[in-house]
């Protein structure tokens, strides 16, 4: 057969054709059902809903029924509208004195754990 740049495949008859080993005796050997592969299965635990203010969750480190704390910080959204405040009215510091321009990071009270950030 020559290979004129196409690709060979195998005849009809031979791929209907299947071949069977036989042992000593003349006798095909029984078939062996593998058992399908165990997938180790992850657990996560539910996505908790952290918000710009204190909430009440359970901390996922020491299993508490806590109100988070919460800590504020500066992004480049606050420097942004700093330098925007600045333009408009020199009033820079506004956004590095409000809450509503920076993310809200929670953390546990109990075991002083990070937990999550809501950003804004």
Excluded at 40 to 46: E, G, Q, R
Excluded at 50 to 68: D, R, S, Y
Excluded at 83 to 106: F, Q
Aim: with cysteine; proline share 8%.
């Amino acid at each position: 057969m020559n290979n004129d740049g196409l690709p060979l495949y195998p005849s009809e008859y031979e791929t209907q054709v299947q071949i069977k080993k036989f042992n000593s005796k003349g006798q095909a050997p029984p078939q062996v059902q593998q058992m399908p592969e165990q997938v180790p299965m992850a657990v996560t635990a539910p996505a908790q809903l952290l918000g710009p203010e204190n909430t009440m969750t359970t901390c996922q480190f020491c299993h508490a029924t806590i109100k988070t704390a919460v800590k504020y910080t500066t992004t480049s959204r606050t420097h942004m509208a700093a330098a925007l405040w600045g333009m408009l009215c020199c009033l820079c510091c506004v956004p590095y004195g409000s809450e509503s321009a920076k993310n809200s990071d929670h953390y546990c009270p109990n075991c002083q754990r990070y937990l999550g950030t809501y950003v804004k």
